[in-house]
């Protein structure tokens, strides 16, 4: 039931190629444009900082429709059919997905227009897949609490915001020790358990609170 759910919201986005086509754009628009502003002079930290900003609305846009074609007839039809714990974990999982392919679309381009800052390779992907990981929980869960207020994305991102930052703030002290090179002895394994554990606690309160929504 949950690979059927999960095949679903794959098959229902590359049916709309306008939605993906979109995201790609602003995407590599983006990076192009941070490329003529800086012309490959960027430092470290602008580096680490503008991928992360870019990341971050990418995630947003991504997960503010996740529930935006769950109305009427389909949510009746969803709610007859399916668990509440397996429809939301299908969803967290496709937007992980669908973050992590576009947060490693984000960094070929970086590396192409402008340059690849990243010295420790193996720890940065390891960070962009429990980034998604993270921000799919948060942002999955808030787009269904906005969904039952008449789909108010601005509702979304201000219940994101205060939930997102001190995911973001582990997500950057990581991405920086990456991106300077420190060896594996010297990464601040602490702020990898701390990450990991707020991924936990997400993907659980969405479990938990998921299912009063769904009863709604």
Same mark, same amino acid.
């Given at each position: ?134 921000? +799919? =929980? %948060?942002?999955?869960?808030?787009? &269904? !609490?906005?969904?039952?207020? /008449? ?5 979304? @991102?201000? #219940? ?24 594996? +002895? =010297? %990464?601040?394994?602490?702020?990898? &358990? !701390?990450?990991?554990?707020? /991924? ?5 309160? @969405?479990? #938990? ?8």
């Amino acid at each position: 039931m949950l690979l059927q759910l999960i095949k679903k919201e794959f098959l229902l986005e590359f049916r709309q190629k306008s939605t993906l086509g979109g995201v790609l754009i602003y995407v590599i628009g983006t990076v192009f444009v941070s490329a003529l502003c800086f012309k490959t002079h960027i430092d470290k930290p602008t580096w680490n900082a503008l991928f992360w900003v870019i990341t971050l609305f990418t995630s947003v846009t991504i997960s503010g429709k996740s529930f935006l074609k769950e109305t009427g007839g389909q949510a009746l039809f969803n709610y007859l059919h399916y668990k509440p714990q397996q429809f939301i974990f299908s969803k967290i999982i496709y937007n992980m997905v669908f973050m992590f392919l576009l947060s490693f679309i984000t960094f070929f381009f970086y590396a192409f227009f402008i340059t690849n800052q990243v010295e420790n390779l193996s720890l940065f992907f390891i960070i962009l897949t429990l980034a998604s990981t993270g921000l +799919a =929980g %948060v942002l999955t869960l808030m787009s &269904a !609490i906005a969904a039952k207020a /008449n789909g108010n994305f601005a509702l979304m @991102s201000i #219940l994101s915001f205060p939930v997102i930052m001190p995911l973001i703030l582990v997500i950057i002290k990581l991405s920086k020790q990456a991106v300077d090179g420190i060896e594996w +002895a =010297g %990464v601040g394994f602490n702020f990898l &358990a !701390i990450l990991m554990a707020l /991924n936990c606690l997400t993907i659980a309160l @969405s479990f #938990l609170l998921f299912p009063h929504l769904w009863k709604d």
